[in-house]
């Protein structure tokens, strides 16, 4: 996908994965191995290979909310994408895809999709909802709601005509919240010059959508964040990457305001070295006494 000029978007698949499960199935490297890793999300990998079957590799994950995310169609993804691959996730994680390299139809494609393992997992109930909005049967799908970080819940709500994903997002620090709902206001604004996009609405309060669904309401949160879908925002193979931009909004929004506070901080040292340079040629001039021949003091008049 093209990226418009101007934006800046992160990438969908985890990085590291990628880079190590590239050797196997694209180079043909073979070698026991045990490696964990953590996204700065709070989700964790492991990906692990035997001594004694080299080719096969088990790719552990941990992810907050996975009971619920499996249950409301992450697992049917799950077994959609790696059919036969599903198994029985070591202690300490919650998902677990097992392969043989030697046996993948189409490594790349594969190596892609295996990458994209905690989009699967996040998007899991968002893709169940957009196809159901496709096939015209939204009106069946139950509300849902999942808890994917501490204090930070999705909400995914159906209609006749539109699937409404909201989120409640919340941040630890007071400068991140403070700038975190001038960016989701900002996404309100948009909608003026960006007609084409879903609709998005912005509230400190549960929006009337989702307002059945929350049981406990923070105050002190960022706020709500609910964008409105409908079916022309997902033919034409947009499908695949509305459930995409969705499952990794947490981490762009986050993604942002860490930038804008090394942007301001950066334009905060460059004032004070600027402030430093003045203090510095300023040197104050001393007036000294100047002694004539005759020994008298000579004054400036």
């Not at 989701?184 to 604004?189: D, H, I, R, S």
């Amino acid at each position: 996908m093209a990226t418009p000029k101007g934006l800046i978007f992160l990438e969908h698949k985890s990085a590291i994965m990628h880079e190590q499960l590239m050797s196997r199935l694209l180079e043909g490297k073979r070698e026991p191995c045990e490696i964990s890793f953590a996204d700065f999300d709070g989700v964790a990998f492991r990906i692990s290979s035997q001594p004694e079957s080299m080719s096969v590799v088990k790719v552990n994950m941990a992810i907050a909310g996975a009971a619920e995310l499996l249950s409301l169609g992450s697992a049917e993804l799950l077994d959609e994408l790696f059919p036969g691959m599903v198994t029985t996730p070591d202690q300490g994680f919650d998902v677990a895809i097992e392969f043989d390299c030697e046996n993948v139809a189409d490594p790349e494609e594969f190596l892609e999709s295996i990458s994209l393992l905690k989009r699967h997992m996040i998007g899991g109930p968002i893709r169940k909802a957009l196809l159901t909005l496709m096939n015209g049967t939204s009106e069946s799908l139950k509300p849902c709601s999942v808890s994917f970080r501490k204090g930070e819940v999705m909400y995914v709500t159906p209609s006749d005509s539109k699937i409404f994903v909201a989120f409640l997002l919340d941040f630890a620090e007071v400068t991140d919240k403070a700038m975190a709902r001038v960016f989701l206001q900002e996404f309100v604004e948009a909608q003026r010059t960006v007609r084409s996009g879903p609709s998005a609405s912005f509230s400190r309060e549960p929006l009337r959508e989702i307002a059945g669904m929350v049981t406990s309401h923070n105050p002190e949160a960022a706020g709500y964040i609910t964008f409105a879908l409908e079916m022309r925002h997902l033919e034409a193979g947009k499908l695949e990457n509305a459930v995409s931009l969705l499952a990794s909004f947490r981490n762009y929004l986050h993604y942002h305001i860490k930038a804008s506070k090394t942007y301001l901080h950066m334009r905060m040292r460059k004032r004070v070295v600027g402030w430093l340079q003045v203090l510095n040629r300023a040197v104050p001039q001393i007036q000294t006494e100047k002694k004539l021949a005759s020994g008298k003091t000579f004054t400036r008049k």
